[in-house]
């Protein structure tokens, strides 16, 4: 896999919500998102759902308005699961990020099991000779997010629940794969499994 560029996503930038629409293509027939998530309780007994505000990092505070983009779905992700949102006076701290990296597959050449790059088409050896073809299978873009969701106890100080979810697939639109990804990472609150395990959301339809 050559990844071509790593962006942290503070959360996503405004414009990345106008233009993702107009990049991608096959995401009108999505139906779901599939994430990767494993996620952990520190308490003895498990947590229960209560008054939450956000916490940020110095780093998201110095764009306050994208950081409510991101707090907004996760609110609703944690709405769903019996919180309520009381910055004035609450039992829990909610801190949210995420990230999205954009790279390119390229296929395993059918003869070395590995890719191989040359700007007349991927080398094999042919009886002994190099020669240059080109690959019937297409390079194809992926694109990889991660979103990470911790609570902490403000009476304590102690963080009471960590999850994390991450998703790879041909096409990010951030409005449609963040706010799922954020109900993964609740995903069997507040009793999850150990270790890592599938989740898969179902996307409401597009409007």
Known sequence: METRNNTLFKPMAAALFATAALLLTGCATVTSVQSDVQSFSAAPAPVQAGTFT??????????????????????????KVGFTRNDTN??????????????????????????LWSPFGRPRLWHGRLMYYSSPWPDREIYVTRVRLEIRDRSSGKIVYESTATNEQTWFTAERVLPAMFEAVLADFPSPPKGARKVTIKLPPKA
């Open 54 to 79: 956000f916490e940020r990092l110095p780093s998201q505070e110095q764009d306050a308005g994208q950081a409510v983009l991101l707090e907004g779905m996760a609110q609703a992700a944690l709405q």
């Open 90 to 115: 609450a039992r829990y701290s909610v801190q949210v990020g995420a990230w999205t990296t954009d790279a390119v597959v390229t296929y395993p050449d059918p003869f070395f099991g590995r890719p």
